[in-house]
């Protein structure tokens, strides 16, 4: 069985910072390519991050780029996502996925073949 468990989630004041991570298991991990997805209140979810399972290769949205990194570790299966000075307008759930597609396609949703449970980012003003 596929599972994706995101964690790190919070409440935190603007400009300051959040590690989320995500472990994966049930799928081998170096064929799927892993990203981080979100999703505010009354907003589409929209890809944040991804890296892509054909050479490694990050991507990030344009509203994160230069303030959220992603990182993994293949021997724990597990993706991390640093956030750097953040916004109240990154508050929201943030969701870790899967998906086979690889290079930039991992950042759009209907890539994702699997997706976690959400961990909600707070962002306060």
């Known amino acids: 069985e596929v599972q994706l468990q995101a964690s790190g989630g919070g409440l935190v004041q603007a400009g300051g910072s959040l590690r989320l991570s995500c472990e994966a298991s049930?799928?081998?991990?170096?064929?799927?390519?892993i990203g981080w997805f979100r999703q505010a209140p009354g907003k589409e979810r929209e890809g944040v991050s991804c890296i892509s399972s054909s050479d490694g290769s990050k991507y990030y949205a344009e509203s994160v780029r230069g303030r959220f990194t992603m990182s993994g570790d293949n021997a724990k299966n597990t993706v991390y996502l640093q956030m750097n000075s953040l916004k109240p307008e990154d508050t929201a759930v943030y969701y870790c996925a899967a998906g086979r597609d690889s290079g930039s396609y991992c950042l759009y949703s209907y890539a994702v073949d699997h997706w976690g449970k959400g961990t909600q980012v707070t962002v306060s003003s």
């Open positions: 049930g799928f081998t991990f170096d064929d799927y390519s």
